[in-house]
C-alpha cells in the first residue's frame, strides 16, 4: 500500500502522505494527486490508504455531520466509521483525521481500519495515535517527533518507495507485490490556528504505468496542471503547489 504519516508534536500536526492511486490487481497507476483532503467547516484534515473510495465517501460523510470544532468529530468517531463502513463495502482502507482540540487543548491524530490490524490496530477500532505513526515506512528512516522537519519524510518515502508491498494487504489467497509509493510527497502542517500544505517532492511516474523507482533520475512529470486530482477533493492542484 502507500505511505502515510503523522508526527504529533507539542503545539502541531504533521501530516505526510504520497499522491499515488493505483490499480491493487495490477500495480498500474490510475491516478496522481493529493491525498491529504481537509475536513469541511472545520480546522482538521485526513488521509488515507487503500481504495480510493475513501477519500469523497469520507468526505461526503463529513459534510453531512454537523461540525463546528474538532471535538465534535472525535465525539462522533466511532459511528462516523461505523458509516464509512458500510459504505465502502467491500472495499479495505485505513483513515488518518488531525485535528486540534480545543477541549484538551493539544494536537491529535486519531486512526481507523476496516481490514486487518496493523501492529496491534484492530480493525473498527478508532485509535489516538501520539509521536511518529507510519504506515508502509520504516519506523527507523524517520526521527523522534521532537526532532522531525518535513524534508525528513522525503528520505523516508523514497526508501519506502523502492520497497515491493501486498497491494492487497494480505486480504487476497495470492499476494501482488509491487511498488507503491509514488506521486510526489505531500506535507500538511496543522496548528490551532489552521493548516498549510506544500508538495516537498515529485516523482516522473506516468499515469497508465506502474511505479518505478528506476525511474526517478528522469525529471519529474508537472502532473498538478488540473488532471489528476482526485474527483471531489476540495483542495486543488494550484492550492498545493510547492
Same mark, same amino acid.
Given at each position: 500500500?502507500?505511505?502515510?504519516?503523522?508526527?504529533?508534536?507539542?503545539?502541531?500536526?504533521?501530516?505526510?502522505?504520497?499522491?499515488?492511486?493505483?490499480?491493487?490487481? $495490477? =500495480?498500474?497507476? $490510475?491516478?496522481?494527486?493529493?491525498?491529504?483532503?481537509?475536513?469541511?467547516?472545520?480546522?482538521?484534515?485526513?488521509?488515507?490508504?487503500?481504495?480510493?473510495?475513501?477519500?469523497? *465517501?469520507?468526505?461526503? *460523510? @463529513?459534510?453531512?455531520?454537523? %461540525?463546528?470544532?474538532?471535538?465534535?468529530?472525535? +465525539?462522533?468517531?466511532?459511528?462516523?466509521?461505523?458509516? %464509512?463502513?458500510?459504505?465502502?463495502?467491500?472495499?479495505?482502507?485505513?483513515?488518518?483525521?488531525?485535528?486540534?482540540?480545543?477541549?484538551?487543548?493539544?494536537?491529535?491524530?486519531?486512526?481507523?481500519?476496516?481490514?486487518?490490524?496493523?501492529? !496491534?490496530?484492530?480493525? !473498527?477500532?478508532?485509535?489516538?495515535?501520539?509521536?511518529? +505513526?507510519?504506515?508502509?515506512?520504516?519506523?527507523?528512516?524517520?526521527?523522534?517527533?521532537?526532532?522531525? $522537519?518535513?524534508?525528513?519524510?522525503?528520505?523516508?518515502?523514497?526508501?519506502?518507495?523502492?520497497?515491493?508491498?501486498? %497491494?492487497?494487504?494480505?486480504?487476497?489467497?495470492?499476494?501482488?507485490?509491487?511498488?507503491?509509493?509514488? =506521486?510526489?510527497? @505531500?506535507?500538511?502542517?496543522?496548528?490551532?490556528?489552521?493548516?498549510? !500544505?506544500?508538495? *516537498?517532492?515529485?516523482?516522473?511516474?506516468?499515469?497508465?504505468?506502474?511505479?518505478?523507482? @528506476?525511474?526517478?533520475?528522469?525529471?519529474?512529470?508537472?502532473?498538478?496542471?488540473?488532471?489528476?486530482?482526485?474527483? !471531489?477533493?476540495? *483542495?486543488?492542484?494550484?492550492? %498545493?503547489?510547492?
Amino acid at each position: 500500500m502507500s505511505g502515510m504519516l503523522s508526527v504529533v508534536q507539542k503545539d502541531r500536526i504533521h501530516l505526510v502522505a504520497d499522491a499515488a492511486f493505483y490499480d491493487p490487481d $495490477t =500495480g498500474i497507476l $490510475t491516478g496522481i494527486g493529493p491525498k491529504i483532503w481537509p475536513f469541511p467547516k472545520i480546522n482538521a484534515a485526513f488521509s488515507s490508504r487503500g481504495s480510493a473510495l475513501s477519500f469523497p *465517501l469520507f468526505r461526503h *460523510l @463529513l459534510e453531512a455531520i454537523e %461540525l463546528a470544532t474538532f471535538d465534535d468529530f472525535v +465525539s462522533v468517531a466511532p459511528d462516523a466509521f461505523q458509516s %464509512l463502513y458500510s459504505m465502502l463495502g467491500a472495499e479495505t482502507c485505513e483513515v488518518m483525521v488531525a485535528g486540534f482540540s480545543t477541549a484538551r487543548d493539544r494536537p491529535e491524530v486519531y486512526w481507523w481500519c476496516n481490514h486487518k490490524g496493523w501492529d !496491534g490496530l484492530e480493525p !473498527g477500532n478508532v485509535y489516538r495515535l501520539e509521536g511518529v +505513526s507510519q504506515f508502509g515506512l520504516d519506523r527507523d528512516d524517520l526521527p523522534s517527533a521532537e526532532a522531525f $522537519t518535513p524534508t525528513d519524510a522525503v528520505s523516508a518515502f523514497q526508501k519506502g518507495r523502492e520497497h515491493l508491498s501486498d %497491494l492487497h494487504c494480505g486480504a487476497a489467497d495470492v499476494p501482488f507485490m509491487a511498488h507503491a509509493i509514488g =506521486g510526489g510527497v @505531500l506535507h500538511i502542517e496543522l496548528t490551532a490556528d489552521g493548516c498549510n !500544505g506544500s508538495w *516537498l517532492h515529485e516523482w516522473p511516474d506516468v499515469i497508465g504505468e506502474k511505479i518505478d523507482p @528506476l525511474r526517478d533520475e528522469q525529471p519529474a512529470v508537472d502532473w498538478r496542471q488540473g488532471r489528476t486530482t482526485p474527483a !471531489g477533493c476540495p *483542495l486543488g492542484a494550484a492550492q %498545493l503547489a510547492a
